[in-house]
């Protein structure tokens, strides 16, 4: 049996890191990718993936210095990852190419990002239809490079954008479409966001709701009428098959990001309910797995809207030491970091202001647009990148014609948190949504 500590190849090349504590010594990042979308804006462009670099003694920090177009329109990039990364530990693939998914038209983009960092370049493009053909699947979502030198899709429906949603499989080696991860398809009928912990061998997943529901635009009643999740599903990872399902009710509603603790001996982690604006925290307890609520953001009200409004809670990460946990109210406007030394007691250290619909916050004389959406965190974590839209059609609804921005916050090692008001990344006509770290990240990186 290989030793999990062991993460080379034969030519000594490094796939990932071995630990955690490993990972937290990783060099400073100089630039990060970032999934950029014309889809939905009017703008009749293709998407594209932005280099954005993030070097402070650079002549270009805070600037896009490359984009890379997709050859499609419509394609609405969203979330993407890598073809291998620290738990694909025991292979001869090189961390050379992220799966960059449309949300929309289901292609999928091989970018190779290992030859030319700043110049990434597409590789291969498998049609959304030949997907849909061989896994009866769409709407890909979150990627996740898995042992066994496969990448796995969580999509959130079937070919016709209806549920049940289901998991895709590539083969990481030539990025052949090799069918449904699920050992019984269509045992859970909304799917999001997943992750795995290879120790305890389980994945995690979370709901959103059938593509169809959400695609273009939200509406109330479709919630009041059961079409959007609330719940999170435990499965077996060698068998994948689901052990178990936690309904978190009405204070659970649309249970979106999940994020296990780091630790690869961890049995907890978080999820965050937009529509409830809930964290929730599962734990195993007495052989079975929990969930308890442990952060309430209230509701506010606000003069012309027909009914409280929520935080919304889009986007969270931990830290690679699980000291911090970060979230976004995307509508509120607030970004919040806590303690959670103590995962049960959540205790919050720092909260910074980066737009919303409560009331007006400016930069440098410039109002800040949209609401924090999607962050990544550095490795070391003392810097964390937020972006500011969510979803096309959702963009649209909530803050029509937003103008994306891609910001900095400086983030204290012993709690606190301070914007950099000299990092702000302009997109133009263009939406900044997921962004990664050249060597892995805090929302990639799943340890053996």
């Avoid at 009710?249 to 001996?265: A, C, K, S, T, Y």
């Amino acid at each position: 049996m290989q030793s999990h500590g062991d993460h080379t190849h034969g030519n000594g090349h490094r796939v990932g890191y071995a630990s955690p504590e490993e990972a937290l010594k990783a060099p400073r990042e100089e630039i990060v990718y970032v999934a950029s979308l014309h889809t939905g804006t009017g703008v009749d462009e293709p998407d594209f993936l932005a280099v954005v670099d993030v070097n402070p003694d650079s002549d270009t920090y805070g600037q896009i210095i490359h984009k890379t177009y997709m050859p499609n329109k419509g394609d609405e990039l969203h979330h993407f990852g890598w073809q291998v990364c620290s738990s694909a530990c025991h292979t001869n693939l090189n961390r050379q190419y992220i799966v960059v998914p449309g949300f929309r038209s289901t292609n999928v983009h091989v970018i190779d990002v290992m030859t030319d960092p700043r110049h990434p370049e597409i590789v291969k493009v498998i049609p959304g239809e030949e997907i849909k053909r061989k896994t009866g699947l769409s709407a890909p979502h979150t990627v996740h490079c898995m042992p066994g030198e496969i990448v796995v899709i969580s999509m959130l429906g079937d070919e016709n954008g209806d549920t049940p949603g289901g998991f895709a499989v590539l083969d990481a080696k030539n990025f052949d479409v090799l069918g449904r991860w699920e050992a019984r398809p269509g045992e859970i009928q909304f799917n999001y966001d997943f992750w795995y912990q290879p120790r305890k061998n389980t994945l995690i997943s979370s709901e959103w709701a059938a593509p169809k529901t959400f695609q273009d635009g939200f509406n109330l009643q479709d919630v009041q009428e059961g079409k959007y999740g609330h719940s999170i599903h435990f499965w077996d990872l060698s068998e994948k098959r689901v052990v178990q399902s936690i309904d978190l009710g009405e204070e659970g509603l649309i249970p979106l990001e999940v994020r296990w603790l780091h630790n690869p001996d961890a049995e907890t982690g978080f999820v965050g309910a937009a529509l409830s604006s809930a964290i929730w925290r599962w734990y195993k307890e007495d052989g079975e797995w929990k969930a308890q609520k442990v952060i309430q953001v209230e509701p506010k009200d606000v003069e012309g809207w027909p009914f409280p409004v929520p935080g919304l809670i889009t986007d969270l990460v931990v830290s690679m030491d699980d000291r911090f946990l970060y979230f976004s109210d995307w509508l509120h406007g607030d970004l919040r970091q806590y303690d959670i030394s103590d995962p049960a007691n959540p205790k919050l250290t720092g909260q910074v202001w980066l737009g919303g619909v409560l009331q007006p916050v400016y930069m440098n004389g410039r109002k800040l647009e949209g609401g924090p959406q999607m962050l990544q965190l550095s490795m070391d974590g003392r810097r964390l990148y937020v972006t500011n839209s969510l979803y096309s059609s959702w963009d649209n609804q909530f803050y029509p014609g937003l103008k994306s921005w891609m910001l900095k916050i400086d983030c204290d090692p012993n709690g606190g948190m301070k914007l950099d008001e000299n990092f702000y990344v302009d997109f133009g006509t263009a939406r900044a949504h997921e962004m990664h770290l050249p060597g892995g990240d805090c929302t990639t990186e799943i340890f053996q």
